[in-house]
C-alpha cells in the first residue's frame, strides 16, 4: 500500500441532517466498509454535546478527532475524513 493517507471530500450538510449518522457515513465510505461495522461513535466523544453545539446556528465550530485509524474533521462545510494509519 503506497498511499496511507486518503481523503473524502467534505459534503455540506443541512440543518435537519444527524450529524453523527454523517461521520459514520463518511468514515465508511473512505474506508470502503459498511456503517455498522465500525466501532460506536458514542465510545469515542459525548455525542449529545457534539450535536447540541454542532446544531446551534449562533456558533461557529470545528472539531476534530481521532476514530478509525484517522481524522475526523466537522465543520460548517462538511465532514472530511482522512486516513492515518492502515
Known sequence: MSDTHSTVTPSPRSASENIMY?????????????????????????????????????????????YEGGLVRVSEAGVEYEVTDE
Not at 466498509?33 to 465510545?43: K, M, N, Q, V, Y
Request: charge should be negative; hydrophobic fraction near 40%; aromatic fraction near 2%.
Open 22 to 66: 454523517e461521520i459514520v457515513a463518511t468514515v465508511a465510505e473512505a474506508k470502503g466498509c459498511d456503517p455498522t461495522t465500525l466501532r460506536p461513535i458514542a465510545e469515542v466523544m459525548n455525542t449529545e454535546a457534539v450535536e447540541t453545539v454542532l446544531s446551534n446556528p449562533e456558533v461557529t465550530i470545528s472539531l476534530g478527532f481521532e
